[in-house]
């Protein structure tokens, strides 16, 4: 497909999910309509993780855990995964935010947060992958990843399959259907004490545990998204794409065209109303890619270097990119342009280390939410205009940051 036909279709998929979007509202008003939004907040250097209500700013509920903590919100919204790699530990945060679809409408149930019961423990926990009603945890140096169902978690018990990840190394592991797609080690590499192999390919198993296919090649393999049915992992050669199979997943690379300068991406997303994955390409660019054109990469330029992007799950054209000047830009990803872009913190720079504390995104009711470890704020910008509405104020240094929440009937 060239892409001005690939720019119709998203054209139209992002009008029909609009007119979809205004036919629910219209069908949810079976019920009094009721919207609620949370923000998680992890400390940078702190143990603790706060629950503060979206539209007054006012602490719901703190909680005092083990490390610092990275935050991931479960696909339905219900939990959040404080992972603490550095502490070998991850605890699960109910949101007390709960919706379900009735075809024509959703309802929305509102309760109090609650750290749940039951955690997680294993060498290196690190990255977590929410899909569908479970959530999948990879453990670097614990040689092992946990699909865990979110439903018994709810329920205050554990219920999890193990994977074997063949050796301890910094991968990932990713659902699709009844098999799973696992980062592949290279265990014949020398690697120095306390060093883990690098990456070198992916491969899928299936329910019982057995590898399905040959491992497919895909060097310094990092990150991950799904959007629609298929699921993405960037590579040094290119991005690899898993689509859905008669005997499993088929795995395809989509190599880097000669046109792209130098560079891989390390960092995914997957859009959710339209398929295609933004992914980073270094650190002063990012990609759009669309595996079913036949130029699947539109790379965009940025002014400087990336700080942190997310995609808008409401307002699917959008994506919004956090650069190091200070400026949040707004990509249109139907265009493949940078459309508008405001200043909204001061200038963080990229050099140092990796981990040093940086503003993070959310998208939470139409507004974006950013965290500035700088000023203890989480400051609150419109969407649309980019202009700052107000900002809650945080002890500490406010770091990773989730939004939960939506609306729905109230009945």
Known sequence: MNPKS???????????????????????????????????????????????????????????????????????????????????????????????????HRDLDVSAPALLPVTFAGKRPFHVVPHDDHLILFYDRGGKAEIIDEAALLDGTAKVREIDTTAPHHGVAVTMGRFVLVSVPDTSAETKPDTLPPRIGLRVIDGSGKQVGDIAKCTDLHGEATSARLVAVGCKEGVLVARPGKEGPELKLLPYPETLPKGYVGTLLGGKALQFFLGNYGEDKVVLIDPDSDEPYR??????????????PADVRNAYILTEDGD???????????????????????????????????????????????????????????????TIPVDGQPFSIVAVGGSGASH
């Open 6 to 104: 690939n720019r119709a279709r998203l054209l139209a998929a992002a009008a029909a999910g609009v007119v979809l979007a205004g036919q629910m509202a219209f069908a949810g008003e079976t019920g009094e309509t009721r919207e609620a939004w949370r923000l998680f907040v992890a400390d940078h250097t702190r143990p603790v993780v706060r629950v503060l209500d979206f539209d007054d700013g006012k602490e719901l509920a703190r909680y005092d855990i083990k490390g610092y903590a990275t935050l991931t919100a479960s696909a339905s919204g219900q939990t959040v995964f404080a992972t603490q790699s550095d502490s070998d530990i991850v605890h699960v945060i109910g949101t007390g935010i709960a919706l379900s679809d009735h075809g024509e």
């Open 328 to 390: 949040l830009h707004v990509l249109d990803v139907v265009k493949g342009e940078i459309v508008r872009k405001a200043k909204v913190t001061e200038p963080y720079s990229k050099d140092g280390h990796w981990r040093d504390p940086r503003p993070r995104l959310a998208v939470a009711d139409g507004q974006i939410a950013i965290t500035d470890p700088r000023h203890a704020l989480v400051r609150i910008v419109d969407s649309g205009t980019l202009k700052e509405s107000r």
């Open 299 to 312: 790379l965009v330029e940025l002014p400087t270097r990336r700080v942190d992007f997310i995609l808008d």
